[in-house]
């Protein structure tokens, strides 16, 4: 089976090395193919949060990227935020925009983001979202509540919304937020953290929680919005697959490791 890693971090940074060593990986582009090959994972998704300079986004074959306007202190004016974005989408390596409001502290339906989401409907690329709870103690949750998506998602309708980490923990209005809006669709990445050491007991404490995720699958029935992620360099590869392998039903395991991403993303695999 083919997967397709629809939600990953590339920074070489020491919090990324320190996380990455705590999932049994390393935080390297050679680990990481080597990983993806060992495990079937034929393509990944980068979610930017480097400068908006095109140069700055050089990655290896097997990774696209979305674009991130999570500019770490960098100071530009709107339009030059908006040229650079631009730019980006025309790569074709570039494959969507990300955005970070509970980190940068703004509500994904403000009309300050309609240049970019005219941007994301020109070169029809998706625009995905943080959702869910925050990594960091300062940011602010009522901006990445997935309710919030839902204005936007009617306000441009036209643009492919993808809501990161199924709006984690906060599943009922996720679900209520993707069955409206069928410009909605999910990445699953971000549920695990770190190894999974004894798999058993591990699987034993959470089967609550993955039965919930089953059952609100099982509600949505549209598999083919639902996208496989890692949020490497979080998870442990093997573990995450496994994990999803546990809450998604086995004959819709190819729309949700590859075919949704492939589509959603424009990759053009085959």
């Known amino acids: ?22 999932a049994g990986h390393e935080n390297t582009a050679e680990h990481l193919e080597d990983a ?48 650079l974005v631009e730019e980006n989408l025309k790569r074709r390596q570039c494959v969507g925009i990300k955005l970070y409001p509970g980190y940068r502290h703004f509500y994904v339906y403000e009309e300050a983001l309609a240049p970019f989401y005219a941007l994301a409907e020109k070169y029809d690329k998706p625009v ?12 602010l949750l009522k901006y990445s509540h997935p309710l919030v998506l839902d204005e936007a998602a009617v306000r441009w309708p036209r643009v492919q919304f993808i809501m990161c980490h199924f709006g984690n923990p906060w599943l009922l209005d996720a679900v209520g937020v993707v069955e409206k ?39 949505l029935d549209c598999y083919d919005r639902i996208m496989f992620g890692t949020d490497w360099p979080l998870a442990n590869l093997a573990d995450y697959i496994r994990f999803m392998k546990e809450i998604v039903p086995e004959e819709e395991w190819e729309k949700v490791f590859f075919s949704a991403a ?9």
């Open 128 to 139: 995905a979202i943080h959702t869910g709870l925050t990594a960091s103690t300062d940011g």
């Open 1 to 22: 089976m083919k997967i397709i890693d629809a939600h990953l971090h590339f920074c070489k940074e020491d919090y990324f090395d320190e996380i990455a060593l705590a």
């Open 181 to 219: 809006n069928p410009n909605v669709a999910v990445d699953f990445s971000g549920l695990l953290e770190g190894k999974i050491v004894d798999a058993e007991r591990f699987y034993r404490k959470k089967q609550g929680y993955m039965r919930m995720l089953t059952d609100w699958l099982e509600y």
């Open 36 to 83: 993806y090959q060992r495990l079937g994972i034929v393509h990944g998704v980068v979610m930017g949060n480097k400068s908006l300079e095109p140069k700055e986004h050089d990655y290896p074959a097997f990774l696209s990227y979305c674009i991130g306007l999570d500019t770490l202190g960098e100071e530009r004016s709107p339009e030059e935020q908006i040229a």
């Open 262 to 270: 492939n589509r959603i993303y424009g990759l053009g695999l085959s």
